[in-house]
């Protein structure tokens, strides 16, 4: 074990002296013969009469779990586990194929950086191979890793309603889930934090999850933030509005869920993500509010699904939800549901200087679906300068995730239910190269400098380009230089501030 400097602290003493800050390294196997002998270690060493910082630093190798993480536990020292050569060549795997790889109760100040999890469950029906589970804990980072598991990469578990958990996920390649899922046996989540809050009380902490410039693969929702509040007999009643999602800059992929799933919560952020390729873009139908905007939802079963949950209480506050500057493209269902229950609730989601083109089964649809009724219904979304072009009617299938075959009413190509009201475009959008899937703007395309500037708009589109004077529309605005959209795991690492 060593200790080295870490960061001078200008602290005087009685003659002007200076302390320095230490942090421990422990290295696997050098200083401990296995990881579990360095987790203890260094819980001795945070924990101990000259607590510090620890580094466990591991040589490259295949390294046999479970790996119990609940000594890290010092709410004022971390504790960070790190491949020394990444995770090509640092394996952290279960080989009873079972259970998770990492687990932990209470954790605090924790960081894993540069392996690879593997997990793979043998049994078609009993798929209980996850990564990491971590229940009541706070200040995790999981970075620069990848994970390959069948039931579930990350789970961050929160019980306690005081709790205000920290949770970062940046730059790391997820696969969970096979090819045995199917929408009716869903497994294969990607990155979720779960809120269970019992007796009608919701969660009165701050709890944050921050995924950002992730690769995600998965069978069921590729990011899951769920607040959900149980009666005195454990039955669900409803969601919460403790709590937000911060998802930037992802490359996505659900085969049969959703690039994310939201129940409850506040200011969520949703930006610059591509969701491509697999069921749904968002589904966002219990959500509390925020801004989703600069994304690319194409290529999908369904673009979005906004809306408030049939049966359950949400707690409301009288924040908006905001879908702007995005673009949902080519997706074989709908562009953007909403579905209102009747209920009260927060406020109407606001749907402006959006791309919503070539959808197979109508551009908007807004719903009434409650327990007696599912028709189109008239709400009021606040449409302005979006350009809804090109959708049809021609989808042989609406949805998996959202069946409207049998809904009340006549749908439409571009609107169904909602009626326009005339501050919308819909024109040809001009892209660059759909057929290669660029779908930035042509110099000449009518959105160009066209978007709406009464309300906010994002500082920056979905490659970081900077937003002028005058907005386009959609989640790119136009560069001399053409921008491919497709992007696999960005090489950026760390949090990244909110884009504006």
Request: proline letters at 5%; a negative charge.
């Amino acid at each position: 074990m060593r200790f080295s400097k870490w960061i001078l602290v200008l602290t005087m003493l009685g003659l002007g002296s200076v302390l320095w800050a230490q942090t421990a390294t422990i290295r696997v196997p050098g200083d401990a013969p296995t990881i579990p002998d360095a987790i203890s270690q260094a819980s001795s060493i945070i924990n101990g009469s000259a607590p510090s910082d620890v580094v466990i630093k591991v040589d490259p190798g295949t390294y046999e779990g479970p790996f119990n993480l609940s000594q890290i536990n010092n709410p004022n020292y971390s504790v960070s586990l790190i491949a020394s050569s990444g995770p090509t060549v640092t394996l952290l795997e279960r080989p009873v194929h079972s259970g998770n790889v990492l687990g932990g109760y209470g954790v605090r100040n924790f960081t894993l950086d540069g392996f690879s999890v593997r997990n793979r469950s043998t049994d078609p029906v009993n798929v209980g191979a996850s990564g990491m589970s971590l229940t009541d804990s706070t200040n995790i980072t999981v970075q620069n890793c990848s994970f390959d598991v069948t039931r579930q990469a990350m789970l961050f578990y929160v019980t306690d309603p005081a709790l205000s958990s920290r949770v970062q996920v940046v730059n790391n390649l997820v696969i969970a889930g096979d090819t045995n899922e199917s929408p009716a046996f869903l497994y294969g989540n990607g990155v979720t934090l779960q809120m269970d809050m019992y007796n009608f009380a919701p969660s009165i902490g701050d709890n944050r999850l921050v995924v950002t410039d992730n690769t995600l693969r998965t069978g069921a929702s590729a990011v899951r933030f769920l607040h959900i509040v149980y009666d005195e007999f454990d039955n669900q009643i409803g969601t919460g509005a403790g709590g937000s999602l911060e998802m930037v800059r992802n490359d996505v992929i659900s085969w049969f869920a959703a690039g994310h799933n939201v129940f409850g919560g506040h200011n969520h952020y949703v930006a610059a993500n591509h969701i491509h390729d697999g069921q749904t873009g968002f589904s966002s139908g219990c959500a509390g509010p925020g801004v989703w905007e600069n994304n690319l939802i194409d290529n999908n079963i369904q673009g979005a699904i906004f809306g408030f949950c049939l049966g359950f209480q949400s707690q409301m506050t009288g924040e908006a939800r905001i879908f702007r500057n995005n673009t949902v493209v080519n997706n074989k269902g709908t562009g953007f549901i909403y579905a209102d229950t009747g209920a009260p609730h927060d406020p109407f989601p606001q749907v402006y200087n959006n791309v919503i083109a070539f959808n197979d089964y109508s551009g908007i649809i807004t719903l009434l679906s409650d327990f007696n009724t599912r028709a189109y219904a008239p709400y009021d979304l606040g449409l302005n300068r979006n350009d809804v072009y090109g959708n049809t009617l021609r989808g042989v299938l609406d949805s998996n995730m959202y069946i409207l075959t049998g809904t009340t009413g006549t749908p439409g190509a571009n609107y169904s239910g909602i009626v326009p009201n005339g501050k919308d475009l819909s024109v040809e959008p001009g892209f660059y190269d759909s057929v290669r899937r660029d779908f930035s703007l042509k110099k000449n395309s009518k959105l160009v400098d066209t978007g709406l500037v009464t309300l906010p708009v994002p500082l920056r589109d979905f490659v970081l380009s900077k937003r002028d004077s005058k907005p386009d529309i959609g989640a790119y605005e136009y560069v001399e230089a053409p921008n491919l959209n497709v992007r696999a795991n960005p090489t950026k690492k760390g949090n990244s501030p909110k884009m504006d």
